[in-house]
């Protein structure tokens, strides 16, 4: 289940044959080759937008409130906070003023600083704060990957708490959060994780900015509580998931080898039978302020999603069988879709702005009505987010077709990336914003 041997050989093999076999019937019969592909096309994407509308008028992060946490008889258990650092100085007075602002028992405090072999400035500026009791450095020993996951798997190894949960260096969590996840772990004996919502911070932000906190909002605020009711698989964050420490140990841990170990390691459960749930108490962080970090993020994103997904389909009736048909599905219609979406959309749009400008081409009427209804749908999904979470404005439901294409760029480097360094983690530059330090955690 690891994505470290990359594309498997029977894998390889098939694409080979798939890529045969249409060649072929495009020489034989172009028409008939182009019929079934628009079939399939049409019936898939109807699939995605039906099942993305339905979730995000489904979802509702609120409904995981506890009505009545005060009824919990509760023994409170040692938390372990596993945080990954690399090149993280600046970060580390909002760090330990965000720890040392939980409303959690400090003496239950298990806080683990993972810091990478060499990095004198981050640990420099960590001995120049204060932290809650129990907090330790951990100095990974040298080793390839250098990743996020495997700092991570240091860390569980050394946990000695009976939960854990991961924040980034810039994570500015809800100082509930970890008393909310415990009340939920006490309340279901079967929950092996729960996830926080995460919410962009763009109180200064730029347009692009913008865009990215309205996805994380409607991921983590309508499509992942809706996942979650369903008991389908979801694609976890890479920050603010809870877990029983002997369902994250039995699951392996993280997969060191993938570039987005929470959607890997929250696919992996539901192949294993793991239950995951949401909680509300949110986690802010600052979005991409540029271009450049943004695709550089995002291209780090897609590429886990190939890997994930690949790692998936080295034995899809295996894995169906594993999750269940009906999650396999639900799968192929979130992560799949992300994928999906990346490829296609800016070919697309641009094929029917080339069919606008020339008389030689023209778009059905099908093809018009997928890109409208496309439309529709995402500003349908982004008028269900709770206005308490963020404010959509009208300027982000008309430029959502000149954000939509970027993904396009970032999935093109997030291609060469897994094909030349497929396990090289490209991190996202830590912006700081005048005056954002000074905001609240959705306190």
């Known amino acids: 289940m690891s994505a470290k041997t990359g594309l498997h050989a029977a894998q390889a093999r098939f694409i080979g044959q798939l890529t045969a076999v249409l060649g072929i019937g495009g020489l034989i019969a172009p028409g008939a080759i182009l019929v079934c592909f628009g079939g399939l096309s049409l019936a898939l994407f109807a699939a995605i937008m039906v099942y993305r509308l339905g979730l995000a008028l489904f979802g509702s992060s609120r409904a995981y409130l506890l009505t009545d946490p005060a009824s919990l008889s509760l023994l409170l258990p040692k938390y372990t906070i596993l945080i990954a650092l690399k090149d993280e100085a600046a970060c580390m007075p909002q760090l330990s003023d965000s720890l040392m602002s939980l409303e959690y028992p400090r003496h239950l405090l298990d806080v683990k600083l993972l810091l990478e072999t060499g990095d004198a400035a981050t640990k420099d500026a960590i001995h120049a704060q204060i932290w809650p009791e129990g907090t330790e450095v951990l100095v990974l020993p040298p080793g390839r990957p250098q990743t996020k996951p495997r700092a991570l798997n240091y860390g569980l190894a050394r946990a000695k708490g009976a939960f854990v949960t991961v924040y980034d260096a810039e994570d500015r969590p809800n100082p509930g959060q970890l008393m909310e996840a415990a009340r939920r772990f006490a309340w279901d004996p079967d929950l092996a994780c729960v996830q926080a919502p995460l919410s962009g911070n763009v109180r200064?932000?730029?347009?692009?900015?913008?865009?990215?906190?309205?996805?994380?909002?409607?991921?983590?605020?309508?499509?992942?509580?809706?996942?979650?009711?369903?008991?389908?698989?979801?694609?976890?964050?890479?920050?603010?998931?809870?877990?029983?420490?002997?369902?994250?140990?039995?699951?392996?841990?993280?997969?060191?080898?993938?570039?987005?170990?929470?959607?890997?390691?929250?696919?992996?459960?539901?192949?294993?039978?793991?239950?995951?749930?949401?909680?509300?108490?949110?986690?802010?962080?600052?979005?991409?302020?540029?271009?450049?970090?943004?695709?550089?993020?995002?291209?780090?994103?897609?590429?886990?999603?190939?890997?994930?997904?690949?790692?998936?389909?080295?034995?899809?009736?295996?894995?169906?069988r594993e999750m269940g048909v009906l999650r396999f599905v639900s799968m192929q219609l979130t992560l799949g879709a992300s994928i999906l979406s990346a490829l296609l959309h800016l070919p697309w749009l641009v094929w029917c702005a080339f069919c606008l400008v020339s008389s030689d081409a023209r778009v059905s009427l099908v093809s018009w009505t997928m890109l409208l209804v496309s439309y529709a749908v995402g500003a349908l999904t982004a008028l269900t987010v709770p206005s308490s979470t963020f404010a959509v404005r009208m300027r982000d439901l008309v430029t959502f077709p000149l954000y939509w294409p970027l993904q396009f760029i970032a999935m093109m480097r997030a291609l060469y990336s897994l094909a030349k360094r497929p396990h090289y983690w490209v991190k996202t530059p830590r912006e700081m914003l005048p005056g954002s330090a000074d905001e609240t955690a959705g306190r």
């Open 204 to 320: 200064f932000g730029s347009w692009i900015s913008r865009h990215w906190a309205l996805e994380y909002a409607i991921q983590f605020n309508r499509l992942m509580p809706a996942l979650a009711r369903l008991g389908m698989p979801i694609p976890l964050g890479g920050t603010s998931n809870h877990f029983r420490r002997t369902a994250l140990q039995v699951t392996g841990g993280w997969d060191a080898w993938n570039v987005t170990e929470d959607a890997d390691l929250g696919l992996r459960f539901a192949r294993l039978g793991k239950k995951i749930g949401v909680i509300a108490p949110s986690t802010v962080e600052l979005p991409p302020q540029r271009l450049g970090v943004w695709t550089g993020q995002r291209s780090r994103w897609l590429k886990g999603f190939l890997q994930t997904w690949l790692v998936l389909m080295r034995e899809p009736v295996s894995a169906a």
